[in-house]
């Protein structure tokens, strides 16, 4: 049998796919979707899926273009439509931009963890957020190219964004980082998720990135469920545990919620 060759009904049909995370449904687990932040991709969460993975999880941890927070947001939206069920979101640095950003039209989150990550509220934009104050060191050689992308320096990015990664690791996270839109930190914001959506909050207290005292103000006007972990920036590579186990706690709390009230 030549199995190079396929039958053409199989092919470039537009059939809709299954849902994904049935395993989860099955065992009343919530769905996990993860959201990378800028200079970063889905990989930086591999720690963090290989322990909620044991615990039997259904984890996705998708590449999130950065071209724009609305084309993000339709990035989420695709993959929020494949899960069978609820879904609890993680989102780390932009990624809470992100995940923010889905507003009142989430209908299957159910909860939002984030990661030493923005919680902006409505009107406020990055932008206007980090120029209220001295350029943190991990930010403060950025550069752009021609297209309008923002990099991270190698040097900045190993002793300052992630300060507490080993050195090897950390060239590597750097190898494959993903640049960001400029014009990302321009957008304001529009009604924020977390007002709606039960929320929690990991607070890095050694981040280099997003002062620690900003972070806390973004989990104390949410509302949210706090733990704080002596973390630089990248909080889910140097302390997976901790990452895991609040995520693994906000998707207990939705298991234990009586139906329709997710919502808060």
């Not at 190079?4 to 009904?9: D, L, T, V, Y």
């Not at 040097?155 to 507490?164: C, I, L, N, R, T």
């Amino acid at each position: 049998m030549d199995i190079g060759r396929r039958p053409r009904a199989s092919m470039g049909q537009n059939r809709p796919l299954p849902p994904v995370g049935e395993e989860s449904a099955m065992n009343g687990r919530p769905n996990i979707v993860l959201v990378h932040g800028a200079w970063a991709d889905g990989s930086c969460w591999s720690g963090v899926i290989e322990r909620l993975q044991a615990g039997g999880y259904h984890v996705t941890a998708p590449q999130f273009p950065l071209t724009s927070t609305p084309d993000d947001v339709a990035r989420l939206r695709q993959v929020l439509k494949l899960q069978d069920g609820p879904t609890i979101v993680a989102g780390h640095s932009y990624g809470g931009q992100i995940m923010t950003a889905l507003g009142t039209d989430a209908p299957n989150v159910a909860g939002l963890v984030y990661v030493a990550a923005f919680g902006l509220d409505q009107g406020e934009s990055l932008s206007a957020l980090l120029s209220q104050g001295p350029t943190p060191p991990a930010l403060a050689h950025l550069f752009t190219d021609e297209q309008g992308f923002i990099w991270q320096p190698q040097d900045d990015f190993v002793q300052h964004f992630a300060a507490d990664v080993d050195p090897v690791h950390a060239n590597a996270m750097h190898a494959v980082q993903q640049p960001i839109a400029e014009s990302a930190f321009a957008a304001p914001m529009g009604v924020p998720a977390w007002r709606s959506l039960p929320s929690s909050y990991l607070i890095a207290t050694q981040d280099q990135a997003i002062p620690p005292d900003a972070q806390r103000m973004f989990a104390s006007r949410m509302g949210a469920t706090t733990i704080e972990v002596p973390a630089s920036h990248v909080a889910m590579v140097s302390h997976p545990d901790e990452t895991a186990q609040l995520i693994r706690t906000a998707a207990e709390a939705r298991v234990a919620m009586p139906a329709g009230q997710a919502a808060r």
